[in-house]
């Protein structure tokens, strides 16, 4: 069985902390988690299955780990490569800007050849604008997290797209072999 590859940045350890959670449910013996500031773009290049971790910061920004390597991503040949999104952002602090950084990382990769897959749905969400949104079809290009203002209800966000992802990527047992947590 062929490894997931799991890449977050993280400031502050909330990225860090959903990436823990989805290997949690997926398996640690399907994942393997890295923080982007430790990497290089061969550890990419290994996996065909990749998740991505991205926070927004403030009016649109970038993580810092994220943007130290924007370059490498941009250099990176995703063909055959499929690719689950997941980003964290403060949909009423910064509703103008919310996951953007998701939305920026997606048009990256996917102009690289990605496969993306782990759409989300924008329903239960209250924001102004998002780079992660894919116009007109009520969906983010990836799982939206919202530590800040709707904590309570990533537990339960993280089973549902982690069951979906399992089915997207085609591992063994699909959506079932997936734990459900209540964390």
Known sequence: MSKIGLFYGSDEGNT??????IQARLGEERVNVHDIADVTQLEIADYDQLIFGIPTWDFGQIQSDWEEFWEDVQEIDFSGKTV???GLGDQFG???YFLDAMGMLHDVIFAKGAAVVGHWTTEGYEFEASKAEVEGEGMFVGLAIDEDQQEELTGGRLNRWCRQIADEFGLEGGADSVAQLDD
């Open 94 to 96: 910064y509703g103008d």
């Open 16 to 21: 860090e902390a959903v990436a823990l959670r």
């Open 84 to 86: 689950a999104l997941f």
